[in-house]
Nanobody, 122 residues
């Protein structure tokens, strides 16, 4: 069984930056894609970014492209989400996930973390 633990969330002001981390345990994930999704209050969970096993393929949602950067350190079994120019619309619980392929669809992923709250105040 894979456990994913996110950290790095918090309360920040508009325009600030945050870096989220997700550490995996229970299985080496260097052959798997890793992704980030988010869920705002009253909304469905949505795709944010994903990265394939090597880091050679990354995909972003249009809403975060150019502001967020996903990366991974396979030696540490960790994936990161560097978030810059944060806006109030980025307020959500951010979830880490892993699956066989880097994809936008939630169904492509098998394991999910518990999430970390990001709140952006104006």
């Amino acid at each position: 069984q894979v456990q994913l633990v996110e950290s790095g969330g918090g309360l920040v002001q508009t325009g600030a930056s945050l870096r989220l981390s997700c550490v995996a345990s229970g299985r080496t994930l260097d052959s798997y894609a890793m992704g980030w999704f988010r869920q705002a209050p009253g909304k469905e969970r949505e795709f944010v970014a994903t990265i394939n096993w090597s880091g050679g393929l990354v995909i972003y949602s249009d809403s975060v492209k150019g502001r967020f950067t996903i990366s991974r350190d396979n030696a540490k079994n960790t994936v990161y989400l560097q978030m810059t120019q944060l806006q109030s619309e980025d307020t959500a619980v951010y979830y880490c996930t892993t699956g066989l392929h880097a994809a936008r669809a939630q169904g492509a992923y098998n394991f999910w973390g518990q999430g970390t709250q990001v709140t952006v105040s104006s």
